[in-house]
């Protein structure tokens, strides 16, 4: 069965980094096409940024573009999110998935972990 398991979530004061990442196992990998969520309490789940299987082309919601960026590693089957000049309204629980994109948009994958914490406070 598909497992996706984050982590590297945390506290950290605003302006600083965190780098998260999402382990994947029970599926082909290298032929996913992976993202990152993240979900604010009271607010839906928002698509924060994509990668294809190759890792050539990706994807960021214009709130995180020039400070956050999604990168993989398919012999380990991570994929990663560099997360840096946090803000408060960064603050969220983040998920991964596999999905797919279609048409020239990404469709979630029916599988998520269970999330990794960032908050973003002085």
């Known amino acids: 069965q598909v497992q996706l398991v984050e982590s590297g979530g945390g506290l950290v004061q605003p302006g600083g980094s965190l780098r998260l990442s999402c382990a994947a196992s029970?599926?082909?990998?290298?032929?996913?096409?992976m993202s990152w969520y993240r979900q604010a309490p009271g607010k839906e789940r928002e698509l924060v940024a994509y990668?294809?299987?190759?890792?050539?082309?990706?994807n960021y919601a214009d709130s995180v573009k020039g400070r956050f960026t999604i990168s993989r590693d398919n012999p380990k089957n991570t994929v990663y999110l560099q997360m840096n000049t946090l803000k408060p309204e960064d603050t969220a629980v983040y998920y991964c998935?596999?999905?797919?994109?279609?048409?020239?948009?990404?469709?979630?994958?029916?599988?998520w972990g269970q999330g990794t914490q960032v908050t973003v406070s002085s």
């Open positions: 990668i294809t299987s190759g890792g050539g082309s990706t």
């Open positions: 998935n596999a999905g797919s994109i279609r048409s020239g948009n990404y469709y979630a994958g029916r599988y």
């Open positions: 029970g599926l082909t990998f290298n032929i996913a096409t």
